[in-house]
């Protein structure tokens, strides 16, 4: 998820003592796993993470949880929230209800959430800081606070982060962002009213309060004008755009690919077959949502960046229709999504130095995003309208 928490004091803790991301060492996600799932641990594997944490957990055939019909033959993924997501119960009931919907209606393949012992999708779990005095017992002294925990039933696959992909793969995605979309069109729940997250397009005009963090001034009068010309364009229009609830992160880390024969070359070709972690799920605008798309599958090497729109819209189309309005607005939306992840990643980066994940955009964004936006918006669109009349 690409959440950006800002840390709560731990209970126990000063104000400048702050547990965020939790400490959990393969033990304590052992003990949670037997304790509110009642599954035996076979093995664990720790995957990589923006602020919470996650595990791949495999487990033996014994188990004891009344609310688990058949095991999942692929096992299971343990996800400890951030402590501060952790303090708005009502979205995570949200997402749960969201992945819910979806796995019911099978119309798109997403995690599905596990019931644990007491016949609940999560719970709210006090756990300690990491000591800083090597592994002493867990006493009162130790800093704490209080994390969600919950299982889903891992999907195999593999990522599309750094895969060699076919053109037809962006068309895939497009139609799965589409196919998403469409498939939550009449879904509601009342925990999204809350939900008013630092990574929504709508925020972009609030980043100006992060350009500290920009280093060089090219860069930082490049974000400027970037969220200058979102304010102008997009924000006198929101009101007037088509809404409701969106996945918020589709990209390249997030999406399942299952490798299969390509038959014509005798190489390797990819289905699309899943999306992961509705983590950043919301309600907003669908255009944010195929724009984010775009501009994440633009990372990839197989394809010129600047015809990945085309392809990924004329997969999107075919499921969602987008107005003139809202096709208007796509080249600055895609321009405000890479704005905002070099922001704020430079910004999370600070907060926690060491940590490459969060600038995993940073190493090809600011190239990309200083080609794209350079590009005249007439050129741009006119290649991406003959890219998708390509499909028809």
Known sequence: MEGISNGIPANNCSESEQLVKPYVPPDVARELVTRLYG??????KELVSYDDKNFHIKVL???????????????????????KDSQCESIIDAQNAVLNHLTTNKTVTCPRPILNKGGKFKSLEKLYGKSTEGDEPVSSERPYAFYIVRLYAFIPGKLLYGKSCPVHVWYKVGLLCGTLDKALKDFHHPGYKQVDS?????????????????????????IN????????????????????IIHGDFNEQNILLEEQANQETAGKDYNVVGILDFGDSHYSCYVFEVSIAIMYMMFEDTVDPLAVGGHVLAGYLKEWKLTDLELSLIKCCV????????????????????????????KKGWSLLENFWRVPKAELYSTWKKIISSYK
């Open 39 to 44: 599954l035996a641990v076979q093995s664990i």
């Open 61 to 83: 055939e014994d188990y004891d949880n009344a609310n688990i019909r058949e095991l999942c033959p692929h096992g299971y993924i343990l996800k400890v929230l951030n402590a």
């Open 198 to 222: 630092l990574w929504s397009l709508k925020q972009i005009p609030n980043l100006v309060k992060y350009l500290h963090v920009i280093k060089g001034p090219k860069r930082k009068a490049l």
């Open 225 to 244: 004008e970037v969220i200058q010309a979102f304010s102008d364009e997009v924000m006198p229009q929101y009101d007037k755009l088509p809404k409701g």
């Open 335 to 362: 321009a405000g999504r890479f704005a905002q992840s070099l922001t704020l990643g430079e910004y999370s980066y600070s907060l926690d130095p060491g940590n490459e994940y969060l600038m995993t955009s940073a």
